[in-house]
Nanobody, 116 residues
Framework: QAQLVESGGGLVQPGGSLRLSCVASGSAFSVYAMGWYRQAPGKQRELVATIHSGGRTNYADSVKGRFTISRDNAKNTMSLQMNSLKPEDTAVYYC??????????WGQGTQVIVSS
């Protein structure tokens, strides 16, 4: 079973930036579409960004133009560059495979708090 570890979260002011990282063991990346998810308190987990093995990306409307997802298949790593952060971006962020039949156990995530 591959493992996912998220890092890079923290406290940032509105309008600020943060870069999250996801590191996977085994063959978690490479041939799978990967995504960043977030879950705010009392809310459902939502997919905010997807990157396919070939590099094609997709974003939720709420983050489009502000977030950028990237991956390094050789290193089994993935990043989420978050700019122009808003209070509504506050959540715990997770990474995982996007295709549900291939998803791994969820990691602990990394907390992002956007507040002044």
């Amino acid at each position: 079973q591959a493992q996912l570890v998220e890092s890079g979260g923290g406290l940032v002011q509105p309008g600020g930036s943060l870069r999250l990282s996801c590191v996977a063991s085994g063959s978690a990346f490479s041939v799978y579409a990967m995504g960043w998810y977030r879950q705010a308190p009392g809310k459902q987990r939502e997919l905010v960004a997807t990157i396919h093995s070939g590099g094609r990306t997709n974003y939720a409307d709420s983050v489009k133009g502000r977030f950028t997802i990237s991956r390094d298949n050789a290193k089994n790593t993935m990043s989420l560059q978050m700019n122009s952060l808003k209070p509504e971006d506050t959540a715990v962020y997770y990474c995982n495979r996007v295709e549900r039949e291939f998803q791994l156990s969820w990691g602990q995530g990394t907390q992002v708090i956007v507040s002044s």
